[in-house]
């Protein structure tokens, strides 16, 4: 039997793919970046938070994952939803979600979209077509495409997009879920986003084909793995995705290729991913390359993007003031919502 070679970070052939859209207009490269902006702020203060004993769960970063989380949001249509995970905060503030929401639910709040009942990003707001995060992993993936077929049977279309790690690509409801939708030739758009490590795994030891998209030949839908460190080709491959299953194609599996440039989560040091491959990355980090695309292509002058930066993590600490004095929740809310009241 052939020994499988580990699969090094440099020699991922779809890493850092040159690519420019050609449907994305200067204004919308402009909402992109101020939506990897917000996400990339937002989490720099809840790892501050977190470090003060000031904001509750696991606090799952997603530096170095904006690209995919704002791209792909950004490409679904005015009534196709979102069944976001734990890394992707981008995509929230793409659907419309407000700072002061998400400080609320962060910090445990009363008054939060959960009551204060979580610290993390398990909460749903349908006005803003955002659904839950499963923390089971894999478990969403059949949630997503049973909300399509039940759109389906009640005569209305609308796509679902939902997010996977490498990790959770092992996972019996990913096989479940994916053969399910492709027989039934569902809209779902799962994107994989291949971080390298499942918490303190490396891809070598999580499974042994080349890609993870490698898997649609076998449900009959469409894969493709991708550079995730690229907003504009993660925008425009969700795109086509979703052009396809509105024409009644099925769903796609898209990988994304990325680096999770902390812990999987603040709790861990990550000391086991080695330095060299966090370097090799950090050129790469799609916020500073996707900033330095807008100044060298003149979308943004410097002093225009700094000032959008400005006054983003301006907005983040008024929010954080506005809400850190508000109260935890009463001691028996935690008996609410267990069971239907």
């Known amino acids: ?20 859209s050609i449907s994305l207009s200067d204004a919308q490269r402009k909402d992109i970046i101020k939506n990897m ?22 606090v799952y970063s997603q530096t170095g994952n904006e690209a995919v989380s704002v791209g792909s949001a950004y490409a679904l249509g005015p009534k196709d939803v979102l069944f976001p995970m734990h890394r992707n905060i981008g995509g929230h503030f ?7 929401n998400l400080m609320l639910t962060f910090l445990a709040k009363e008054g939060s979209l959960m009551r204060g009942t979580d610290g993390t990003g398990h909460y749903a707001d349908v006005s803003r077509r955002i659904y839950g995060n499963i923390s089971h992993l894999g478990a969403m993936i059949p949630v997503a495409a049973g909300f399509t077929l039940a759109s389906r049977l009640k005569g209305e279309y609308c796509a679902a997009m939902t997010y996977i790690g490498d990790g959770g690509s092992q996972t019996g409801e990913f096989h479940e879920a994916l053969n ?11 994107i994989i986003e291949n971080n390298q490590y499942a918490y303190s795994s490396p891809n070598h030891v999580e499974f042994a084909c080349n890609n993870l998209s490698d898997r649609a030949l076998g449900y009959g839908c469409y894969g493709i793995t991708i550079d995730g460190t690229n907003p504009e ?10 052009e396809k299953a509105e024409q009644g194609l099925g769903p796609s599996i898209i990988e994304t290729i990325t680096m999770r440039m902390r812990g999987h989560a603040e709790h861990d040091d990550f000391s086991y991913v ?15 390359t996707y900033s330095a695309k807008l100044l060298a292509t003149h979308v943004y002058t410097e002093q225009e993007l700094q000032s959008v930066r400005k006054n983003i ?7 954080i003031d506005a809400v850190i004095d508000k109260p935890f929740p009463a001691a028996e809310e935690a008996f609410k919502n267990v069971f239907i009241d």
């Not at 020994?3 to 793919?17: A, G, H, I, L, P």
């Not at 080695?274 to 500073?288: F, I, S």
């Open 180 to 190: 399910f939708a492709s027989v039934q030739k569902l809209p779902l758009i799962l």
């Open 233 to 242: 080709l993660v925008f425009d491959t969700c795109k086509a995705a979703l």
């Open 274 to 288: 080695p330095k060299e491959v966090l370097a090799y990355w950090q050129l790469k980090d799609p916020v500073a």
């Open 94 to 100: 793409v659907m419309g979600q407000t700072l002061e």
């Open 1 to 20: 039997m052939a020994k499988r070679t580990e699969k090094k970070s440099e020699d991922t052939s779809t890493q850092f793919q040159e690519y420019t």
């Open 313 to 319: 993590i301006e907005e983040i600490r008024a929010s």
């Open 37 to 58: 902006l917000y996400a990339r702020e937002f989490d720099l203060a809840m790892q501050r938070l977190n470090r003060q004993g000031k904001a509750f769960g696991g």
